[in-house]
Every structure is written in C-alpha cells, then in structure tokens.
C-alpha cells in the first residue's frame, strides 16, 4: 500500500495505481481528455497536469501516466497548474476549434480565446481511437502512420482494413471526430453505422461542415454517438 | 514481386524470432522499396499485425514505400543546414533534377529526399548521394554531384578508399595465375576462373579488388546461389578451408602472391571474405 498527500488529503491506494486514479479516489476532479477506463494509459493531451513535489524542485507531470508513490505531495489545482492547463487547452483549441469535446472543456475551465493560428485538423492523436481498437475491440485495424507534422492515424495503405469489423468503437471515443460518417467513400470506411440507413446528409451539400457531435444529428436524425 | 522472395528473405530471419526493423531492410534492399504486397505478406507469416509494419514503416525515413530510382540523394534540411542554406540547394536539385523532392525523376535514375539532420551539422550544408557525403554544397556544387552521381560514384570512390586495394591470386592446386590483364573489372585485371551452377557452367571474372564484390559471369546468377568455382588450367575446384562465417556456404580460397590465403564466400550477394596473410596453410 501507498500513502501520498493530494491537495493536503492523504491516500492510500495500491501500488500500480496512477496519480489520477488516486485523485479521483479522493473525488478530486482532474480533467482529462486522452485517457480513458478500460484503455492503457497514453499521456498525449497533457491536459490532466498536475504539480508534485515542493519548492524549487515541484514539476509538472501528466497524472494519468504518473504512478503514485510513498509521500509524493500533489497539487491538483495550484495557479501553475491552471495556468498549464489553459495553454493546453488553447492549444488544442487552435488545432481543433470545431470539436464539442475540447470546445466543452475549454469553457469550463474559463478559456474564452486563443491566441494561436487556427489549424481547424481534424484528428488531434490522442490515440483513443488506436486503443480502442486495440485493447478493446482486439483487431488493430488502424494505427499511427508516420511521424511528426505528417503523423497521422488511419489503416495502412489508407484502404479498407480487413480486421476492422465496423464496429464504430474509433468513432465512438474520438474527441474530434475526425473518423465520423464515411459514407461517401465507402472504400475507406472504418464504420458502416449508417451504410443501410441510407442517411439524407450524404446528399446534402455542406456534409464537410455537419459534425457527427450532432446528436441527435440534424440532419439525418439518428444518434450520433 | 515474388511470394517465393519475399518467404525466403523471412526465413533467414528465423521467422518470429528476429526483429521488424532487420527483415523491413532486407525487403528494402532487395526491391529498392516496400511493396505493399511483401508487407501483406510478411505479416501473415510472422503473425505480425500490417497496421504495426506499416507504422514503422512509414515512421523511418529510410523506408520507402514508393519504388526509388538508382540513386538515392539526400539533401539535409536540419536546422543546421537550413540556416547554411540547404533550402537553396533542394531547389537547385528540383531545378536540375526536374523533379520535387520526395519524388523521382521518370528516367528512374535519381530520387530526390529531403532529410533532418545527419549528425554531421558542423559541415553542412550535408548531402548525401548513395551513401556518399558531400560536405559544404552549394548551388554551383550540384551540378558537380549530379555529374560525378551519372558518371557513377563507385567508380570514383574505389581509388580513394585505402580499404580497397588490389591482390594477385594464383590457383592453390597447380599455382596458375588466375589473373587476366585482358579482362578488367572495376579497371584492374580480373580473376578468372570457372563457375557452375545448375545445369550452367562458364567463365566468371571477379574483381580482384579487395572489398570489391563486383564481377561478370557468362551466365546471370540468380542471387542466393552457391556457385561451384573451378580453376580455369587444372580444373580442380577452388575448395576453401572453411565455410563463410556470414552465411554458412562454402568458401573457395586461392593463394595471393607474396604470401598468404584469400578467401570467399560462393553465395551470390553474400559479402563474406577472409585475407590472410600470413597464415597459407596449403
Ligand atoms: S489524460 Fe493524461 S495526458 Fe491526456
Ligand atoms: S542539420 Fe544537417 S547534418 Fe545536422
């Protein structure tokens, strides 16, 4: 067993348990965006900060990756903390200003601008979508492709997997959804929700601008999510 | 592409057990690129899933899924060399090249990449043309690299590299000279002597270049196979000591003059060779 300190609370949990795990243990809130139950940990959002240790020596770390450890003190929510929290936000804003998720959660914690170039992409790799896929739905259908600026996800040869079942899990968990209706190119599908639906919004001009966050979506009237 | 291939470059990598990054080379340099179909294949043989391959695949730079041409050239864009001006020499390639970077030229003769950091910053701008690395380039010197790549940069290299020097060898049953003055490979004389394989037989020269793998044979030899080496005076076969420490096919030794054994590997592509001086034993 581990005791640490959260915000002057202490805890005790079990060894392996993450920070993040402890925190909410202790109903501490602590947003997060990349990380979800049932799917490893993977540290990509940077959005679940929190401050640990003391003085000139306290850091910043992800709390979702951070194993809990014996007389670690933590601070879920000092000025330092909120600070980082917002330029993360801010910074995905500016990646992905069209996601309900970020665009949520960027309210809620009192982000009301963002002072970088609007990039409008449609995936921000957080990778929920490639777990899911992976450690849940058993197939790897999709993956990261690439690196850097030209990092993306998706199947390989950008074609229709065969392992992918159409289960729609990615779509399911994607904070962007990027991987939303692909019903216009069936060859890339990785979902087939809606194929037999035959849903109106495929004939509606402005499909680029419907988002799958619509739920019930407007167009088509089916729950999106 | 050939299955046949691609399940043969696999099974000398013992299957499963062997790293992805190893057989992902070997492709690689068998077909200058990765097919698609050979990643298919090798993930299907080695339970491995395509998505996984084609991660990695894509993640290195030196992997390639689009077929390159003859010559690979790499212009550094580090930081480095980007402040050195490696920006202007991309677009002196593109201009003379006449094509973009990341592409080939449709002769199939060059393809053109761009590249981060090549760990040598201080003599930048860098580039690197099949494993040859010009230093300082600028806008005039590519012309000169473009020139000396056409006119074949081995050739060029063989002098400047003390690695690689010249042996005479004599057949280590009748003492013959093997050497031909006639028939030069890589411009010095050749080593001829007798190869068979399957239902072929004739002359093969080798390079006597020593570290050269060059060579011309009457007959095309498929790559992987074990030749059968015979002196051209005796017809004995050139029957080495020991077998190929890289492979494990049987090597054929004959002696060099002034003293001392050379050795070879009888796998075509295999690079295996031992020089030993001072040894002889037979
Ligand atoms: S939730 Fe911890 S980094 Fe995304
Ligand atoms: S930047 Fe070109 S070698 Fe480092």
Same mark, same amino acid.
């Given at each position: 067993?581990? $005791?640490? $300190? ?14 993040l795990?402890?925190a909410r =243990? ?5 947003? $997060? ?8 940990p993977?540290?990509?959002c940077?959005?679940?900060?929190v401050?640990?240790?003391e ?10 990756t951070y194993?809990?450890? %014996?007389g ?5 929510s000092?000025a330092?903390?909120?600070r980082?929290?917002?330029m993360?936000l801010?910074l995905?804003?500016a990646s992905c200003?069209q996601?309900?998720t970020?665009?949520d959660?960027?309210s809620?914690h009192?982000?009301?601008q963002q002072r =970088?170039?609007?990039e409008?992409? %449609? ?7 490639v ?12 993956? =990261?492709?690439?690196?850097?600026q ?5 199947t390989p =040869?950008?074609?229709r997997?065969e392992?992918?079942?159409l289960c729609?899990g990615?779509m399911?968990?994607c904070p962007?959804c990027?991987?939303r209706c $692909?019903?216009?190119?069936p060859?890339k ?5 809606c194929?037999n639906?035959?849903p ?12 799958c ?10 729950a999106?999510? | 592409?050939?299955?046949g291939?691609?399940l043969s470059i696999?099974?000398?990598?013992d299957g ?6 190893p057989?992902l080379e070997?492709?690689q340099?068998?077909y200058?690129h990765l @097919?698609?179909?050979?990643l298919?294949v090798?993930?299907?043989?080695t339970?491995?899933?395509?998505t996984?391959?084609y991660? &990695?695949?894509?993640f290195?730079?030196s992997f ?5 041409g003859?010559? #690979?050239?790499s212009v ?10 490696a920006p202007i020499i ?5 201009r003379?090249?006449e ?12 393809t053109l990449e761009? &590249?981060?950091?090549l760990?040598?910053c201080a !003599?930048?701008?860098i ?5 040859? /690395?010009?230093s ?7 012309k000169r ?7 074949g #940069?081995?050739?060029?290299? &063989? ?5 690689i020097?010249?042996?005479s ?6 003492n013959?000279? !093997?050497?031909d @003055? ?6 010095? @004389?050749s080593i001829?002597?007798t ?8 002359w093969?020269?080798?390079?006597? !270049? /020593? ?5 011309e044979?009457e007959?095309e030899?498929p ?8 002196? @051209? ?7 080495g000591a ?5 492979c494990g096919a049987?090597?054929i030794?004959m ?6 054994i050379?050795q070879v ?10 020089l ?7």
């Amino acid at each position: 067993m581990i $005791t640490l $300190t959260i915000n002057g609370l202490e805890a005790t949990v079990d060894e392996g348990t993450t920070v993040l795990e402890a925190a909410r =243990f202790l109903g501490l809130p602590i947003p $997060t965006l990349c990380h979800m139950e049932g799917l490893s940990p993977y540290g990509a959002c940077r959005l679940c900060v929190v401050e640990i240790g003391e003085g000139p020596k306290a850091k910043i770390v992800s709390s979702c990756t951070y194993p809990a450890q %014996d007389g670690l003190r933590v601070r879920t929510s000092s000025a330092r903390v909120v600070r980082a929290r917002k330029m993360v936000l801010e910074l995905l804003l500016a990646s992905c200003p069209q996601s309900k998720t970020i665009q949520d959660l960027a309210s809620f914690h009192n982000v009301r601008q963002q002072r =970088f170039r609007q990039e409008h992409d %449609d995936c921000i790799l957080c990778g929920l979508c490639v777990r899911m896929c992976e450690e849940q739905m058993m197939a790897k259908a999709i993956g =990261f492709r690439g690196r850097g600026q030209t990092r993306s996800i998706g199947t390989p =040869f950008d074609v229709r997997s065969e392992a992918c079942r159409l289960c729609g899990g990615c779509m399911y968990v994607c904070p962007a959804c990027q991987l939303r209706c $692909t019903y216009t190119e069936p060859d890339k599908a990785v979902c087939g929700g809606c194929a037999n639906l035959s849903p109106p919004c495929v004939d509606i001009e402005s499909f680029d601008d419907m988002m799958c966050y619509m739920s019930p979506c407007v167009a088509c009237e089916t729950a999106a999510h | 592409m050939d299955r046949g291939e691609v399940l043969s470059i696999l099974e000398r990598h013992d299957g499963n057990r062997s790293g992805l990054i190893p057989i992902l080379e070997d492709i690689q340099a068998r077909y200058n690129h990765l @097919p698609a179909e050979a990643l298919t294949v090798l993930a299907e043989e080695t339970d491995r899933s395509l998505t996984d391959i084609y991660g &990695v695949a894509t993640f290195y730079k030196s992997f390639s899924l689009k077929p390159r041409g003859k010559h #690979l050239c790499s212009v550094c864009t580090g930081t480095a060399c980007h402040v050195r001006g490696a920006p202007i020499i991309t677009e002196e390639f593109e201009r003379r090249l006449e094509t973009n970077a990341g592409d080939t030229t449709p002769d199939k003769e060059f393809t053109l990449e761009t &590249v981060n950091c090549l760990g040598a910053c201080a !003599l930048g701008p860098i580039v690197v043309v099949d494993g040859h /690395y010009f230093s300082d380039v600028n806008s005039a010197g590519v012309k000169r690299i473009i020139k000396k790549t056409r006119a074949g #940069l081995d050739k060029v290299q &063989v002098k400047a590299d003390r690695r690689i020097f010249p042996v005479s060898v004599n057949c280590s049953r009748c003492n013959h000279s !093997l050497m031909d @003055p006639e028939h030069p490979v890589d411009e010095a @004389p050749s080593i001829r002597v007798t190869a068979s394989f399957g239902r072929k037989h004739g002359w093969m020269r080798l390079s006597s !270049l /020593y570290g050269s793998h060059n060579l011309e044979c009457e007959y095309e030899i498929p790559a992987d196979t074990v030749v059968h080496v015979f002196c @051209p005076h005796c017809h004995a076969e050139l029957k080495g000591a020991s077998d190929c420490p890289d492979c494990g096919a049987p090597m054929i030794s004959m002696i060099v003059r002034g003293g001392g054994i050379v050795q070879v590997c009888t796998r075509r592509g295999c690079k295996g060779h031992m020089l030993d001086l001072n040894g002889g034993g037979f």
